[in-house]
């Protein structure tokens, strides 16, 4: 019979300061945690789970210290470098967050939206305006506006006379943003 249970924990967390610290001076410090942690109570060190800054790792090496990489960190890279490079992308995350602050800062713009949500029978939520250290929040931005774009869409044609138009999602564009939450909600579950 095959028992499953816990196998690991967090000893305890230590700020080492806002300074930049050496490879060594990191080893000295995993070596004290060691020493004070797993020595006494006869414990073996396996991987250590870190994120993959150069001088941590380096740290594991020369200390002869297993390094496993924290996946979430790793997913955090791999979402924010696509983000990044996507041209299509960019193009819909500038006119996202446009009209996001334009909803944002217009109390008519928002009662606007509000009264078209109602006649769509669309949730009256806010739309949400992502933060850039934090990459769930763009997926979060881009699924509220596709789940209230046919609010939005109503929204763009009754501003559609304005001599500067706000901006204007085509149909790829909509399509590009359903498939972005797509792909993105298994990492935000990952981590």
């Known amino acids: 019979m095959c028992r499953a249970g816990r196998c690991h924990s967090v ?52 200390g002869g210290l297993s390094h496993a990489p924290c996946m979430a960190h790793v997913f955090n890279l791999f979402v924010k470098r696509f983000l990044k490079f996507s041209t299509h992308l960019q193009d819909i995350l500038k006119m ?49 506006l596709y789940e209230q774009k046919k609010a939005i869409n109503d929204f763009l044609m009754i501003q559609a006379d304005r001599r500067t138009p706000l901006c204007n999602f085509n149909v790829s564009q909509w399509q590009l943003m359903c498939d972005t939450c797509h792909l993105l909600r298994p990492f935000e579950e990952a981590t």
Not at 21 to 26: F, P, R
Not at 123 to 133: A, E, F, G, N, V
């Open 11 to 62: 000893l305890r967390l230590v700020c080492l300061g806002e300074q930049s610290h050496t490879g060594k001076e990191l080893l000295h410090v995993l070596r004290q945690e060691i020493e004070s942690w797993l020595s006494p109570r006869k414990l073996k060190i396996g991987n250590m789970v870190t994120n993959n800054r150069k001088k941590m790792v380096l740290a594991l090496r020369q």
């Open 96 to 144: 996202a967050r446009k009209l996001c602050m334009h909803f944002s800062h217009l109390y008519t713009a928002k009662h606007t939206l509000l009264e078209l949500q109602r006649q769509n029978s669309i949730p009256q939520h806010r739309l949400i305006y992502d933060i850039s250290t934090r990459w769930n929040s763009t997926l979060h931005m881009l699924d509220r």
